[in-house]
């Protein structure tokens, strides 16, 4: 037993001195060297665990994301309706990217463009928590939370490409210390998105779409019946009254 929190000990020193190097030196600047010293583990014993460098580079993203995702699960259940749990998943990535910066910086500005990474199970570990939110956004069309002609793909790309983008201009500018970050912009950037997919309480009401012409030619239509009915009613009004002649 003591063995094995040993070695787990050992493999996570391991990922987390990884992690840090390659995310300021990038991956190809990166050496096991390096990595071996800022772990107090010999490089033998990293190629033990890891086989190669980027055995070692994909395989952080993946427990990150596995773990990220665990403690989701467990929040998620208790969260019933939609929008509240859209809005735990879209938190949760943030925070992420906040508070372990040299994991968004990896991820975002060095992964993101890797054609092998996308092949690995360190993606699919990414792509599995991304479809979390996918099946939220779904739920919510199909319980009448949101449009029925909402495309729930489109969404999702709109709501995880704003805060990809936003740290990605983040990291890109040094990390910078702003009065407005992004976690300040959050609620407001989410309540656009959601006003604009809320199911409206209306939907049901017949609404026409009517050219000035089409106006003007209703108003006509309008006044003549006015006054045909005026004059319908004007000669009922000559047929009741009762014919001098014939009063006895």
């Known amino acids: 037993m003591a063995d094995h929190v040993k070695a787990k000990s050992r493999k996570d020193r ?7 190097i390659f995310a300021e030196k ?6 096991i060297s390096e990595i071996s010293k800022e772990s107090g583990v010999s490089e033998a014993t990293i190629y033990e665990y890891f086989g190669t460098k980027e055995d070692l580079l994909f395989a952080i993203p993946e427990k990150i994301s596995n773990d990220t995702l665990k403690e989701s699960q467990m929040v998620l259940p208790f969260i019933k309706d939609v929008e509240g749990r859209m809005r735990a998943i879209l938190l949760s990535y943030i925070l992420l990217y ?3 910066p040299h994991y968004s910086a990896l991820v975002l500005l060095q992964l993101m463009s890797n054609k092998r990474f996308r092949q690995t199970a360190a993606h699919e570990a990414i792509r599995r928590s991304a479809h979390g939110l996918l099946d939220c956004i779904r739920d ?4 009448g939370t949101f449009r029925k002609d909402a495309d729930a793909y489109l969404i999702r790309s709109m709501l995880m490409g704003t805060i990809e983008h936003l740290f990605i201009h ?5 990390m910078p210390k702003k009065e407005k970050d992004i976690m300040s912009m959050f609620d407001p950037f989410l309540e656009i998105v959601m006003n604009g997919i809320r199911a409206r309480k209306d939907e049901t009401a017949l609404t026409l779409h009517l050219i000035v012409e089409d106006v003007n030619a209703l108003e006509k239509i309008s006044q003549n019946k006015e006054i045909s009915a005026e004059y319908v009613k004007q000669k009922r009004n000559v047929k009741t ?8």
């Open 26 to 31: 990038t991956f190809q600047d990166a050496t």
């Open 170 to 174: 983040w990291h890109m500018q040094g």
């Open 98 to 100: 906040q508070n372990n």
């Open 241 to 248: 009254k009762p014919n001098k002649q014939e009063v006895t």
């Open 14 to 20: 391991i990922m987390d001195a990884a992690l840090r």
């Open 140 to 143: 919510g069309i199909a319980d």
